[in-house]
């Protein structure tokens, strides 16, 4: 009798079938197992949504970003040549990278800067001047320097900084930098995209190889290419039950006022009727023209005056705000509570300070010296933002402005 076992076979036949199976595969391998391991999400999908390709840089490589920019490296370079084209001492380069000056860099990898060069302008190659920013997004800038324009000509400076045209537009990708231990797999799950476009994007070698404190740049996504997660119930779990209304909204107050006074006759009047709103107050007359302008119109107005002083040019299309004669070293205080966007200074020093404010609000300042915020600061309604600088005559250039749309101050400030 023969005695030889014939699971060898078996054990064969099965690792066969199941490269078989895996070669007929008309789609990428899906390495997300969730939702497949009993759970009630289903992410492969997403994981496998299709991503944008990564933005052209210009003759010199870089790629800009408002917050940050990288370059991206030639067939044969080094990461000496790079810190050569981009103008950055090759020292400081690679220690931002972890990377030494004669490391050899892979055409299309991507070598994050330190700190920001020239912008990519059409001089370096580029269509447009200046960083990506996302469709629609206000150039706060731009803004900024364009109401120096808006001062009176007697007292606007003859000169001003170049403001460069708008660049692309686009999603900035998130910058990831790589810890011990993590491989482009970890990385690309973290960030539900796929492994192969992570290395596109970066210029990975074929083995996906990456090194600690390396930066990535994770692929945008599409956004239409990337489907809801779906939600399922397992079998016998029922269907979650809802929310109800009070976990979110405040209960009701249907306690009768204790402050509200009686009725004349308490025995015929109805209970506890509402008292009728007070009618509002008129609105203040708006006091452009006057002779002095209120540190604050009203402590209900929306916004308070920057400076007290004389209104000597009002609102129009072409001033776009007010401008409010002052002394010198006046203190300029920030109109409404909210964060500095933006501090920029034209050739002639003239400082301009923008504040972002909720619902899309800008108020803009120029005309002022000894600041006493950066940018990234949160300000409060009043808060001595900075002091009027000398001129002839001395004053404080104020816009508001909704989105890219000026508006007359005063309907803020009254």
Same mark, same amino acid.
């Given at each position: 009798?023969?005695?030889?076992?014939?699971?060898?076979?078996?054990?064969?036949?099965?690792?066969?079938?199941?490269?078989?199976?895996?070669?007929?595969?008309?789609?990428?391998?899906?390495?997300?197992?969730?939702?497949?391991?009993?759970?009630?999400?289903?992410? +492969?999908?997403?994981?496998?949504?299709?991503?944008?390709?990564?933005?052209?840089?210009?003759?010199?490589?870089?790629?800009?970003?408002?917050?940050?920019?990288?370059?991206?490296?030639?067939?044969?370079?080094?990461?000496?040549?790079?810190?050569?084209?981009?103008?950055?001492?090759?020292?400081?380069?690679?220690?931002?990278?972890?990377?030494?000056?004669?490391?050899?860099?892979?055409?299309?990898?991507?070598?994050?800067?330190?700190?920001?060069?020239?912008?990519?302008?059409?001089?370096?190659?580029?269509?447009?001047?200046?960083?990506?920013?996302?469709?629609?997004?206000?150039?706060?800038?731009?803004?900024? +320097?364009?109401?120096?324009?808006?001062?009176?000509?007697?007292?606007?400076?003859?000169?001003?900084?170049?403001?460069?045209?708008?660049?692309?537009?686009?999603?900035?990708?998130?910058?990831?930098?790589?810890?011990?231990?993590?491989?482009?797999?970890? %990385?690309?799950?973290?960030?539900?995209?796929?492994?192969?476009?992570?290395?596109?994007?970066?210029?990975?070698?074929?083995?996906?190889?990456?090194?600690?404190?390396?930066?990535?740049?994770?692929?945008?996504?599409?956004? &239409?290419?990337?489907?809801?997660?779906?939600?399922?119930?397992?079998?016998?779990?029922?269907?979650?039950?809802?929310?109800?209304?009070?976990?979110?909204?405040?209960?009701?107050?249907?306690?009768?006022?204790?402050?509200?006074?009686?009725?004349?006759?308490?025995? &015929?009047?109805?209970?506890?009727?509402?008292?009728?709103?007070?009618?509002?107050?008129?609105?203040?007359?708006?006091? *452009?023209?006057?002779?002095?302008?209120?540190?604050?119109?009203?402590?209900?107005?929306?916004?308070?005056?920057?400076?007290?002083?004389? *209104?000597?040019?009002?609102?129009?299309?072409?001033?776009?705000?007010?401008?409010?004669?002052?002394?010198?070293?006046?203190?300029?205080?920030?109109?409404? +509570?909210?964060?500095?966007?933006?501090?920029?200074?034209?050739?002639?020093?003239?400082? *301009?300070? %923008?504040?972002?404010?909720?619902?899309?609000?800008?108020?803009?300042?120029?005309?002022?010296?000894?600041?006493?915020?950066?940018?990234?600061?949160?300000?409060?309604?009043?808060?001595?933002?900075?002091?009027?600088?000398?001129?002839?005559?001395?004053?404080?250039?104020?816009?508001?402005?909704?989105?890219?749309?000026?508006?007359?101050?005063?309907?803020?400030?009254?």
């Amino acid at each position: 009798m023969d005695s030889t076992p014939r699971f060898p076979q078996i054990r064969i036949a099965a690792p066969l079938a199941l490269v078989a199976a895996l070669g007929a595969c008309s789609q990428p391998l899906d390495y997300d197992m969730r939702g497949r391991m009993g759970g009630q999400i289903d992410t +492969s999908e997403a994981a496998l949504a299709a991503a944008g390709d990564r933005p052209q840089a210009d003759n010199r490589g870089v790629i800009s970003y408002p917050n940050y920019q990288v370059a991206v490296a030639r067939n044969g370079d080094r990461l000496a040549d790079v810190a050569n084209r981009v103008g950055l001492p090759a020292g400081e380069l690679a220690r931002y990278n972890g990377m030494e000056i004669n490391d050899p860099l892979r055409g299309g990898e991507v070598i994050a800067l330190p700190r920001r060069v020239s912008e990519p302008s059409p001089a370096t190659g580029a269509p447009t001047t200046g960083p990506i920013r996302p469709a629609g997004e206000v150039d706060i800038t731009t803004l900024a +320097s364009s109401a120096i324009d808006k001062a009176p000509a007697s007292s606007r400076p003859t000169a001003t900084a170049p403001r460069p045209s708008a660049g692309g537009s686009g999603v900035e990708p998130i910058r990831h930098k790589v810890e011990r231990g993590e491989t482009a797999y970890t %990385v690309a799950r973290l960030y539900n995209v796929p492994p192969r476009t992570l290395a596109d994007w970066n210029g990975l070698d074929s083995n996906y190889t990456l090194r600690e404190g390396q930066y990535l740049l994770i692929p945008v996504v599409e956004a &239409s290419a990337t489907p809801a997660a779906t939600v399922t119930n397992a079998p016998g779990t029922g269907s979650p039950t809802p929310q109800p209304p009070s976990s979110s909204q405040p209960l009701p107050d249907d306690q009768p006022s204790l402050t509200r006074s009686p009725a004349p006759d308490t025995a &015929s009047a109805p209970a506890a009727t509402p008292a009728p709103a007070p009618a509002p107050a008129p609105k203040p007359v708006a006091d *452009i023209g006057q002779s002095q302008a209120a540190a604050s119109s009203s402590a209900s107005a929306a916004m308070q005056m920057p400076v007290s002083g004389s *209104i000597i040019r009002e609102y129009s299309a072409n001033n776009q705000g007010i401008d409010i004669s002052a002394a010198v070293g006046t203190a300029v205080k920030a109109a409404a +509570s909210g964060t500095v966007a933006a501090i920029t200074t034209n050739t002639d020093n003239v400082q *301009i300070v %923008v504040i972002r404010h909720p619902d899309e609000l800008l108020s803009i300042y120029t005309h002022l010296d000894n600041l006493t915020v950066s940018k990234g600061d949160a300000v409060s309604r009043g808060q001595t933002i900075g002091k009027v600088r000398a001129g002839d005559p001395s004053f404080l250039h104020f816009e508001v402005r909704k989105g890219f749309d000026s508006v007359d101050p005063m309907t803020y400030l009254r």
